[in-house]
C-alpha cells in the first residue's frame, strides 16, 4: 500500500527536523551567517568608572555550551547569580507552580518553603535540551570573580532551548542572566538580538519567553525595547475566572523583529 504523509505529518516532520539541527550546532558563532555579526564583537572598556560595550574591542567572548559541557563551577555561579537576580520574582508570582512540580516534590525537603528552588533551576540548566550563551570577559577587570579552579567565571548567561510549541519550531529564552555590575550597560538588549538572529538562522517560527510582570527591566527590554507582544498560549488569555496570573508568555515572530530591527538600525547584529 503507498503511504503518502499528510500536510500535518509533513509539517511535524519539517519541525523536528529544524529542532533537531539547531540543537546539535555547537559552533554557532563560527557559522557564515555570523561572521560579521556585529554584537559578537561585544566590547568591554573601562571609562568614567563604567562600562560600555560599543568600544574596545574584542575584550569580552561569548561561548555556546551543552548543558553537559557546563563546568560544575560555572553551574553554581549560574545558580547563584539566578538566586540573587530572580527567586524573589518566583516566590511572589502569583499562579507560578515552581513548587509544586515533580521534581521539587521529589527535592530536599528544606526546598519546599519557598517557590523558587536551587534543586528544581540544577534541573532545569541541567537538562539535555539545555543551550546556553556564556558571556566570558576576556581581560581581568575589579569585578572579575574568580571560581575555586582560577578560572573567571562569565558575567553573563543565557539559557535557550530550541523546542516544539504548538507544532511549530520555537527558540525558548529559559533564563538570561547578567551580573548586577554589568547591568543597564546595553547587554542584554544586544544578546537578546542575536538570540533572536539565532532563532531565525535555524528557522525557527519564533522566539519566545516566559517574564515575570513585576520585573520591570525585563518586561521593558523585552516589550519596548524589542517588541515582544504576548503569545497566544500566555495564560491571562485563557483564564476561567478573575485571577491575574503574575507571569506571561511574549512571543516574537522574524518578521516583527526585523520591523523593530529597523527601528533601531541594528539589523546586523
Ligand atoms: C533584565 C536584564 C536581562 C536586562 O539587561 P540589561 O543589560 O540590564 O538591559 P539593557 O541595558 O540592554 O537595557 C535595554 C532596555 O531594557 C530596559 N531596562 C533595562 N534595565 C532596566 C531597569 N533597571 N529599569 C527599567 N528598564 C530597564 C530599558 O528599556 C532599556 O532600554 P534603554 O536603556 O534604552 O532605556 C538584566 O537587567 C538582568 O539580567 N536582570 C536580572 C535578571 C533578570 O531579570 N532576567 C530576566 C528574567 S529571566
Redesign the pocket.
Known sequence: MDFKPSSRTKKLNKTSRLIQNAKRCKDIFNEPGFKNCSVLQLQHSSKHNSTHFNADPQRIELKLSYSHSLPEPVLKWALELTRS??AE?YNTCRGWNYAESEQLQDGPKSEKKENYSDFVKRNELCAAGARFILVYPQTTHSHTIHTSDGNPNPV?YIHLRFVNSHRQPVLYVY????EPF?????????LMWLVMRIGWYFGMSKCMLT??KE????Q??YK??LGFVLDEISPDLHKEDDEEYGYEILSITRKQSVAMMDTYSCLNY
Open positions: 537576580n530572580v520574582f553573563t533564563d538570561i542572566q547578567i554589568f547591568q543597564r550597560r546595553g547587554m542584554g538588549a544586544k517574564s515575570f520585573n520591570t527591566a525585563a521593558r527590554l519596548d525595547k
